[in-house]
């Protein structure tokens, strides 16, 4: 997961709820005609699994319903495609094999394209570019040049998690050296309470678990950067060809940067 995003850089499972940035009878776009044979898990609706704990790209209200970036953007594109939104909420690794799995159409949770997940999944045009930092306690003395020596929590099953315990000699820190967590906000607890040196997550969580918690700051420097995508079932291509058409209507109306401003401010 992780995720810095601004258009200048363009770039089981419990059950399912309705998005409210969706809504509910929406008319199909040029990015869908009826011809194409798209096809969804539900008729009439885009289901789109996700972990609802990444702000501020997914986020559960007070009300039960969903908000964030890629909540409202997931919306506009069913909108575009003439469908109802339904947002899956379970844990990361989950939501990747949902969509793997043909079981949601599409996940959207600030996933990194990558090798192996792009052997068993096919990712729409990258729609961010994600930045992983590190976050510390004030005072620490963990830098980049010493996580090695350190104990790292990182949230389950995310690319910070199986980058950094992998095996020094593939770049690495080792297995023994990271405890991962079901959330990010579980890895930042841990943090606090003394269980581990650091947090390797991404920019822009990592920005509000900081501000939310005092005593918190992150390092200046990135600790890695990668390519976002909406992931879905491998061989889905009608799906994959809607979903990048609606993006780029999204980008060029603006409709996308505007989502993207309404959750992030500019520095």
């Known amino acids: 997961m992780g995720l810095a995003m601004s258009l200048s850089l363009l770039a089981a499972c419990s059950g399912g709820s309705s998005a409210s940035p969706s809504p509910s009878a929406p008319a199909p776009s040029a990015s869908a005609p009826a011809e194409s044979g798209l096809t969804t898990v539900e008729a009439g609706k885009l289901h789109m699994s996700t972990n609802a704990a990444f702000p501020p790209y997914e986020m559960v209200k007070d009300d039960g319903t969903f908000e964030g970036i890629d909540v409202e953007v997931a919306g506009a594109i069913a909108e575009k495609l003439g469908l109802e939104l339904v947002v899956d909420d379970m844990g990361f690794d989950a939501a990747l094999l949902a969509a793997q799995n043909g079981q949601s159409d599409i996940v959207m949770a600030g996933v990194s394209v990558t090798p192996d997940r792009q ?146 401010t500019a520095d």
Request: with cysteine; charged share 25%; aromatic share 8%.
């Open 119 to 264: 052997e068993v999944m096919d990712f729409s045009d990258s729609y961010a570019t994600g930045i992983q930092v590190v976050i510390v306690k004030e005072g620490s003395d963990v830098t980049m040049d010493n996580l090695g020596e350190k104990m790292i929590g990182c949230q389950k099953a995310t690319t910070g998690y199986l980058y950094a315990s992998d095996t020094p000699e593939n770049g690495g820190y080792g297995e023994d050296h990271v405890i991962a967590y079901e959330t990010g906000a579980l890895a930042v607890e841990a943090l606090k309470n003394g269980q581990v040196d650091c947090v390797i997550i991404d920019n822009e969580p990592a920005k509000a678990y900081v501000a939310a918690n005092e005593g918190l700051t992150i390092l200046e420097t990135p600790w890695v950067e990668e390519d976002y995508a909406i992931g879905m079932k491998k061989g889905n291509t009608a799906l994959l060809e809607a979903v990048n058409a609606a993006m780029t209507e999204l980008k060029a109306d603006g409709t996308f940067q505007a989502i993207v401003d309404r959750y992030i």
